[in-house]
């Protein structure tokens, strides 16, 4: 693409639009459109069809959750082209270059400035290389082992983010395939799993600890408890949970449960111990009434470790 038409294009774009400050998906997106679309069209047409873009995978920019504080590094004008493994060993170095070569600076935002374990993240990617440096394998799982056998953390970072277009469609097959989410039996696993370590952590240990006058060791168990029941959360919302640092961000977006975000921020306002049962209690309320809801559990008791029977009933 000459100057003169990148020019043109970033002219009909603003950085800003009624006070909003520009995210990095949407500024990945404009960027694509305005150079790398018409890159592409002009000088690989005849593998245009083979391609797919987004900024999907690691970054805050790619969960939506990007600021002033996260831009200080691995941020700015970029995206991913995906490519099919034999496509990408014919024509990704050139492509590459041709990357490359696009504007540095994009509507007002300076260059992506990479740190060492930020590089690889955007520009041309062997499509295959780019599930398999993430889940370790490059299919959607088909048992519940292979299933078990991946992070939660890695499908959220594989489901992440945002596809512009995939005129090839073996992109986002996969995407589709891990958006739809864990098997049954898989789920309830992992619910189960979720409920006994929550009820380990926060309604056993942290006051037993408590009374032994072990303070750190009540820490870890809080929180083990707060990391517990957040993941619970994301069960329960048949969503990922994604990297530690945005689990409790993440809750505010999910359509159940997301008040145990605020409940969970009252367990670092106060010491006191009593007041911390009465939190890790209220929180545990919610999710035995969100697994009511659900026909999860018909149980009352608000111990979470009593309701993994019913939980686990249809795997038997």
């Not at 189960?192 to 032994?212: E, S, T, W």
Request: with cysteine.
């Amino acid at each position: 693409m000459n100057k003169a038409t990148y020019v043109k294009n970033s002219r009909q774009i603003s950085v800003k639009g009624g006070g909003r400050v520009m995210k990095g998906l949407e500024l990945s997106q404009k960027y694509y459109e305005t150079c790398g679309k018409p890159m592409m069209e002009e000088q690989f047409p005849e593998i245009i069809d083979q391609t797919a873009a987004g900024l999907v995978g690691y970054g805050s920019e790619c969960l939506g959750f990007d600021d002033e504080i996260s831009r200080d590094h691995d941020f700015g004008p970029s995206f991913c082209i995906w490519l099919p493994e034999e496509t990408y060993r014919q024509y990704g170095a050139a492509m590459q270059a041709a990357y490359n070569a696009l504007p540095k600076t994009f509507l007002g935002f300076s260059e992506r400035v990479e740190q060492e374990q930020g590089k690889g993240r955007v520009g041309v990617l062997c499509l295959e290389d780019f599930y398999r440096g993430i889940l370790g394998r490059e299919t959607v799982p088909v048992t519940d082992a292979e299933w078990l056998m991946i992070p939660e953390e890695a499908l959220a970072t594989a489901v992440s983010g945002r596809v512009f277009e995939d005129r090839f469609g073996q992109f986002c097959a996969v995407r589709e395939g891990l958006l739809a989410y864990y098997p049954e039996t898989v789920w309830r696993r992992k619910l189960a799993d979720a409920l006994a370590k929550a009820a380990q952590a926060g309604q056993y240990n942290f006051a037993r600890a408590m009374r032994r006058g072990e303070r750190v060791a009540a820490e870890l168990a809080l929180s083990e408890f707060v990391r517990e029941s957040m993941r619970l959360v994301y069960l329960l919302n048949r969503t990922y949970a994604p990297f530690y640092k945005w689990m409790h961000r993440g809750i505010r977006t999910l359509s159940t449960g997301s008040e145990i975000a605020d409940m969970l921020g009252l367990l670092y306002q106060t010491d006191a111990e009593t007041d911390r049962i009465l939190i890790i209690e209220a929180v545990c309320n919610v999710l035995v009434q969100i697994l009511q809801e659900k026909g999860l559990s018909a149980g009352q008791d608000n111990f979470l470790q009593n309701h993994i029977g019913e939980v686990l009933a249809v795997c038997a």
